[in-house]
């Protein structure tokens, strides 16, 4: 009797490691699909790895704090310390993937700036601004960002049915390309002066 008892104890130990993994995942998927109940229209939503990547970061974050605070429902100690050094892990290698970009190109990016600009417009339009400064400033970033996320979109369809143009290298660094009226449209695009030695570059090469 004893021994049943014993062997019933385990298996229900060896059970709740499956359902705890069940939970974070189910956890990550639905913190997922959360992120994007703010956007401005249904059209707006596109997967985006930088929103996966954060979904993921707080999946492992999870494991760790549930983990602590049912640390004494799990008895082998040596899964317990290997569960949390892989969420820690995880943790880094997540917050790596996120904050550098390093997966993101032309439309991995242009993918998660819709709906992030799509959040935007909803927020501009609906939050309960009296200050008519305020709301002439939401009133220009919800023409904007409408704009662009227009502009994205045809990118997005151009690319897919054409290809990339171009290797991405901003035009300031384009120097034989430019000419002064470039140079100073290039000016206005970052907001600010672009470098003497740019500038003496080029009106050298008039």
Do not use: C
Request: charged share 20%.
């Amino acid at each position: 009797m004893t021994s049943q008892t014993t062997d019933a104890q385990h298996g229900g130990q060896h059970g709740k490691w499956p359902t705890f993994f069940a939970m974070i995942a189910t956890s990550i998927v639905t913190m997922f699909v959360l992120k994007y109940s703010n956007v401005w229209e249904a059209d707006h939503v596109f997967f985006s790895q930088t929103r996966m990547w954060m979904a993921l970061m707080m999946g492992m974050a999870m494991i760790v704090i549930m983990l602590g605070f049912m640390w004494g429902m799990y008895r082998t100690l040596l899964t317990k310390v290997l569960v949390m050094a892989g969420a820690v892990l995880g943790f880094g290698l997540f917050l790596f993937l996120a904050r550098s970009q390093a997966t993101v190109g032309d439309e991995a990016w242009m993918k998660a700036m819709i709906p992030h600009h799509s959040i935007a417009v909803l927020t501009s339009e609906r939050a309960e601004i009296s200050d008519p400064r305020v709301r002439k400033l939401a009133d220009a970033i919800i023409e904007a960002q409408v704009k662009e996320i227009a502009e994205m979109k045809l990118l997005l369809e151009d690319i897919e049915q054409n290809g990339e143009m171009g290797d991405g290298t901003p035009l300031p660094a384009r120097t034989a390309d430019l000419t002064p009226e470039l140079l100073e449209q290039a000016e206005k695009a970052v907001e600010r002066p672009v470098t003497p030695e740019l500038r003496e570059e080029v009106e050298a090469g008039e």
